[in-house]
């Protein structure tokens, strides 16, 4: 049997909170120059393993420390408020993890690999973006081709991140060659299993230290790491509801990074000319008004996950698909705002990249929000849900 999920209620052997400062610091020191050079974020991530993280959410019993998914957004914040880059890397990572430990409990390969994870601080890289389907989750054009004990797959992935700095990959395909597109399994290969061709360059706007370039991404591996379950359980069950809560939390965390800064610069002028108001004191309360909404609406869409996790007619629910997909939606969206507040504060010392203010690598990065998995394509399935559920929001509902 599967545990039921994600601990809610057992207080956290540690602070993971004080744990994650140091990584957060190194993350703060490194976030320029792999912003502007474009590489990943070596320096913070080697700290977060050190810190033992990356299994963070793991049950005991494999080497985890059974932290609740509450605990691993508060941490994806903190780093994310650093760097956003390492933030989004530890945020995709445990997205992960949530699915092994979610759907990988009833297989033996899967556990031994969960035990890897922890003993070796692993870090797992996603390939569901596919050349022909784009941010189409549900649909895959790659298939997994098995022959006996063995399995191969070969697959056009145009975005994955920290491909080549990853331990391991797990993508989507469909289940076999004659499959329809929508008949999808998820496997985890380890690093020793696949070669990567690359494709195409990370050259971005923003989250530049994400390196999500494209790859032909071609394995060779054992049957038995397909997952048990269908993709689409796993999907509707773990990966949407983690992905936009953790996605969130690190949007979330680069809210508060610009407006700590619009704050510092709103205080220095208070400072300078103590008898005059600054005028950026009433866009700063706006933005703080903004970022407790944040806050709210990750807040809120966490406790629907958990109510979710102890009512399974619940979590296969239209209304819960809807709730975690207005959590991107609103959260992608009040992000630009945020930081576009920011820079109306700080003026020339934010739009400036010289400057304590300099808010050009959290404008950017804020903008990958919407992008990440297309708001437009969300709104759109949103609209079909909504044709068979209930959109008024009653308090409690
Ligand atoms: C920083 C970052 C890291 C990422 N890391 C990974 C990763 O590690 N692994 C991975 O697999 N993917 C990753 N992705 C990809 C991501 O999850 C989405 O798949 C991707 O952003 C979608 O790309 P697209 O805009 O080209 O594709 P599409 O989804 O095809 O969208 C293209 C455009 O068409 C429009 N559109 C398409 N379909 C619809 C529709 N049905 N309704 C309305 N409009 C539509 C949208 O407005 C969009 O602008 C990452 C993306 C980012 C930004």
């Known amino acids: 049997m599967s545990r039921p999920g994600f601990v809610i209620a057992d207080a956290p052997a540690r602070d993971f909170l004080r744990a994650v400062e140091l990584a957060a610091d190194v993350a703060a020191t490194h976030a320029d120059d792999v912003d502007r050079t474009g590489r990943f974020p070596v320096e913070a991530i080697t700290a977060i393993k050190a810190a033992r993280l990356m299994s963070m959410m793991l049950p005991r019993a494999l080497g985890g420390e059974d932290a609740s998914l509450t605990d691993v957004a508060q941490v994806t914040t903190a780093l994310?408020?650093?760097?956003?880059?390492?933030?989004?890397?530890?945020?995709?990572?445990?997205?992960?993890?949530?699915?092994?430990?979610?759907?990988?409990?009833?297989?033996?390969?899967?556990?031994?690999?969960?035990?890897?994870i922890a003993a070796g601080q692993l870090l797992l890289a996603s390939a569901t973006t596919e050349a022909g389907i784009g941010g189409d989750l549900r649909n895959s054009v790659c298939a997994v081709e098995t022959e006996g004990r063995r399995a191969r797959l070969v697959k056009d992935a145009t975005v994955i991140s920290y491909a080549l700095d990853a331990d391991a990959i797990l993508a989507t395909a469909r289940r076999e060659a004659a499959a329809p597109s929508s008949d999808q399994v998820m496997v985890a290969i380890t690093k020793d299993q696949y070669r990567l061709q690359k494709t195409t360059e990370w050259d971005t706007l923003g989250m530049r230290g994400t390196r999500s370039e494209g790859f032909i991404l071609s394995a060779e591996f054992g049957a038995d790491q397909v997952f048990p379950k269908p993709f689409a359980d796993i999907a509707a069950q773990s990966m949407l509801a983690t992905s936009h809560l953790l996605w969130s939390s690190v949007w979330l965390g680069i809210a508060n990074g610009a407006v700590a800064r619009a704050q510092a610069f709103v205080k220095g002028e208070a400072r300078k000319k103590p008898d005059v108001k600054p005028p950026g004191m009433l866009r700063l309360a706006?933005?703080?008004?903004?970022?407790?909404?944040?806050?709210?609406?990750?807040?809120?869409?966490?406790?629907?996950?958990?109510?979710?996790?102890?009512?399974?007619?619940?979590?296969?629910?239209?209304?819960?698909?809807?709730?975690?997909?207005?959590?991107?939606l609103a959260s992608s969206e009040m992000l630009i705002k945020v930081v576009n507040h920011a820079l109306l504060i700080c003026g020339i010392a934010g739009y400036r990249n010289d400057t304590p203010f300099s808010l050009g690598r959290y404008l950017r990065d804020a903008h990958s929000a919407p992008l990440m998995i297309s708001n437009d394509r969300i709104l759109l399935n949103q609209g079909n849900l909504l044709l068979v559920s209930r959109a008024d929001t009653p308090i409690g509902g």
């Open 286 to 328: 706006e933005a703080t008004n903004m970022l407790h909404l944040m806050r709210a609406n990750l807040a809120e869409g966490l406790q629907r996950f958990y109510r979710a996790r102890r009512d399974p007619d619940e979590l296969n629910a239209v209304g819960f698909s809807v709730a975690m997909n207005n959590v991107k």
């Open 80 to 116: 994310a408020r650093s760097c956003a880059s390492t933030g989004m890397i530890f945020a995709m990572h445990q997205i992960k993890l949530s699915s092994l430990i979610s759907h990988g409990q009833d297989s033996p390969w899967h556990m031994n690999f969960m035990r890897a």
